[in-house]
Every structure is written in structure tokens, then in C-alpha cells.
């Protein structure tokens, strides 16, 4: 791949040091190029990025336009589906399915690429009834297969009314009767589960805190709910966390909103390893990927906001860490659905 086609590079973030307890090391970050230009490609509010290893794709949604993405990592182009029905927040792959499950509002939908319209969707299943300002705002799977989402209450501006969302999962033998976890909730975000399947690693934004809880991947069940991390105990009163991820070594990595920083995060030390610092203040979510998932994807918004490079999607190389492999939501019958 010729990178140069797919990036823009920061000029000022080249060979910046990053030091750890054991060793230095250089990273270098990025912008994903719009293409034919060399101008970085801006969304409005870029979320949910997911790396399909088949495709070679980072799949991510522009929540406020109502589009989700492909990104084709060897071209550097990038395709639009458009989702007329309303706000989507969520884009994740079904496995062995050429459709992809979104959240769009409150509701889950399988997603046929190759459709036209809204036609391309195939409602699943709805949830927080009687709350109709409610929007799915966060997803993944499981190691079993199974879709863990969360809500988030009403929003306006930057403000969203405290209590009134949940976090629920399906599977495919229960889409249609998604089962609540936690209730109440205010801003369910990034989630992602320890490499060994024994804990889940949860965000209610709000909080300020990145919390685990117990994990039981046979049953699909929670409990000994605590906090690994508050994040105003390291300066970031004005911030909330946001999307998150793990690493081959289990170490965590949050996206902090307002705050302009990715986080690397040991969970067993309950510490910051390093802070990444970006151009631009409202980071949202993150994935590893590319072919070695050794490259951090970080997208961010430019929603109401002035900066010159919000919007754009992030790259961070050279940290020294690598992904791990996605889940994807099982659905057996996806393509006949």
C-alpha cells in the first residue's frame, strides 16, 4: 500500500518521544486523506470505528449526517451509505454475512450494503419504549456472539439529561427481546472486554470513570462492579471518557471527549501508561487496524466547533502496541433475514 495516497501527515507529531517506564519510543500520527486531494477527509461527528480484517476496511458512522463508511485501506477511498430513517451511531459486521448491524436511533437494523435507500434495512429489534429521544449510542460483540449496546437520554448541545438510558445485550436466539444490564444510565459508551473473557470494561461518560466488572462469557452475566481509573484524578475535570479499546498486552485505550487525548491505560495497575495528545478537542472513539493492527484509528468530531482539523479521522503508529482481532455480532440467518 502506498500510504501517502491514504494519509496526511502532522508535521509536528512526527518523531515526537513518548517515554514509558522501560523505553523510549517514536509514534508518529496521522489523517486519513479525502482522496484524490491532499486535504484530510472531515465528517461531522465520525464514531464508532471497526477494522474488518477481510476486507482490509475501517468501517465507521457520521452520526449527524446519518452515513456509515467504509474506508478501503489499500485505495484510500471511501464509500457512503446513507441512512435516511435518522441518527446512526453504531456499524459493527455479522460474521459469515455480507450485512453489517447499525443502531439507528433507538432501534437495531441488519444492513444491506448493496440496497438502495432505506430499503437496505431490516429492523431487528427496539428498545428504551416510551423514551423516543433515546438513541443507541455505543456497541460490540462478544467472544459468544452476542451484541452488548448501550443508550443515551436526551441530548441538547453538550448536555444530556442524567438517568435515562440502559445498557442491554441480544443474542440471536433473544434479538427480539434485548435483556437491560444496568438502568439507570446517562451516556453509555466505549466498552471492550479483558483478553481472557473475564471482565468487561465499561463507560457510563458522565461518571468520569472507566469501570470492570466480573464477566461471565457463558451466561452473558455482570457482577463485582468497580473503578479501575477516574479520570479528574489526572487533570481531566472538564472531560468525559468516551470510546474504547484493548490491546494484545490487555492494556485499555480511551478516547477523551473535550479532551483531546487517547489515553493508554494499564487497568491492572489501575494507571496511565501515556497520554496522546491531538489537534483537536472532541475525540469520540478509536480501533485497532490494518494488516499487522498496529495502527490506532481515532475518530473525532467537529460538531459546532471551529478547529481546523476536528472531524477528521486520526491514525497513531509507532506506539508499540498492537490490536487484537474484533468480534463479530453471529446472526446465522443474516443475508435471508
Known amino acids: 500500500m502506498c500510504k501517502s495516497h491514504m494519509f496526511v501527515i502532522l508535521l509536528y507529531c512526527v518523531g515526537v518521544m513518548a517515554k514509558s517506564k522501560n523505553s523510549l519510543h517514536r509514534f508518529k500520527i496521522s489523517m486519513v486523506s479525502s482522496g484524490t486531494s491532499n486535504?484530510?477527509?472531515?465528517?461531522?461527528?465520525?464514531?464508532?470505528?471497526?477494522?474488518?480484517?477481510?476486507?482490509?476496511?475501517?468501517?465507521?458512522?457520521?452520526?449527524?449526517?446519518?452515513?456509515?463508511?467504509?474506508?478501503?485501506?489499500?485505495?484510500?477511498?471511501?464509500?457512503?451509505?446513507?441512512?435516511?430513517?435518522?441518527?446512526?451511531?453504531?456499524?459493527?459486521?455479522?460474521?459469515?454475512?455480507?450485512?453489517?448491524?447499525?443502531?439507528?436511533?433507538?432501534?437495531?437494523?441488519?444492513l444491506d450494503w448493496d440496497k438502495a435507500d432505506d430499503s437496505a434495512l431490516r429492523l431487528l429489534t427496539t428498545v428504551d419504549h416510551g423514551l423516543p429521544d433515546n438513541v443507541i449510542n455505543e456497541g460490540k460483540a462478544d467472544s459468544e456472539g452476542r451484541f452488548w449496546f448501550g443508550t443515551k437520554g436526551p441530548q441538547s448541545g453538550h448536555h444530556v439529561q442524567p438517568d435515562k438510558a440502559a445498557f442491554y445485550s441480544i443474542s440471536q436466539a433473544s434479538f427480539s427481546r434485548p435483556r437491560a444490564h444496568l438502568r439507570p444510565v446517562t451516556i453509555s459508551n466505549g466498552l471492550t472486554w479483558a483478553l481472557n473473557n473475564s471482565v468487561l470494561y465499561y463507560i457510563d461518560s458522565p461518571t468520569q470513570k472507566i469501570e470492570a466488572f466480573d464477566f461471565d462469557p457463558e451466561n452473558g452475566e455482570l457482577s463485582g462492579r468497580r473503578t479501575i481509573l477516574d479520570i479528574t484524578m489526572y487533570g481531566y475535570e472538564d472531560a468525559i471518557p468516551d470510546g474504547m479499546t484493548i490491546?494484545?498486552?490487555?492494556?485499555?485505550?480511551?478516547?477523551?471527549?473535550?479532551?483531546?487525548?487517547?489515553?493508554?491505560?494499564?487497568?491492572?495497575?489501575?494507571?496511565?501508561?501515556?497520554?496522546?495528545?491531538?489537534?483537536?478537542?472532541?475525540?469520540?472513539?478509536?480501533?485497532?487496524?490494518?494488516?499487522?493492527?498496529?495502527?490506532?484509528?481515532?475518530?473525532?468530531?467537529?460538531?459546532?466547533?471551529?478547529?481546523?482539523?476536528?472531524?477528521?479521522?486520526?491514525?497513531?503508529?509507532?506506539?508499540?502496541?498492537?490490536?487484537?482481532?474484533?468480534?463479530?455480532?453471529?446472526?446465522?440467518?443474516?443475508?435471508?433475514?
Request: charged share 20%; net charge positive; hydrophobic share 35%.
Open 39 to 110: 486535504k484530510p477527509a472531515r465528517f461531522t461527528h465520525a464514531e464508532s470505528p471497526v477494522w474488518d480484517a477481510e476486507t482490509q476496511s475501517l468501517y465507521f458512522t457520521d452520526v449527524h449526517l446519518q452515513n456509515v463508511h467504509r474506508l478501503d485501506y489499500v485505495t484510500g477511498k471511501i464509500y457512503t451509505k446513507h441512512i435516511g430513517y435518522g441518527q446512526v451511531n453504531v456499524v459493527t459486521p455479522v460474521s459469515g454475512s455480507k450485512r453489517f448491524l447499525v443502531a439507528v436511533r433507538s432501534a437495531l437494523y441488519l
Open 247 to 337: 490491546d494484545s498486552k490487555g492494556h485499555l485505550w480511551v478516547a477523551i471527549m473535550f479532551g483531546g487525548t487517547i489515553l493508554h491505560i494499564d487497568p491492572d495497575k489501575r494507571e496511565i501508561v501515556y497520554g496522546y495528545k491531538l489537534p483537536v478537542s472532541h475525540t469520540t472513539s478509536l480501533c485497532w487496524g490494518g494488516p499487522a493492527l498496529d495502527e490506532l484509528f481515532v475518530t473525532t468530531s467537529r460538531y459546532k466547533l471551529k478547529e481546523p482539523l476536528a472531524g477528521a479521522i486520526f491514525t497513531i503508529r509507532g506506539t508499540g502496541s498492537y490490536g487484537v482481532p474484533s468480534y463479530a455480532f453471529r446472526f446465522d440467518n443474516a443475508d435471508n433475514y
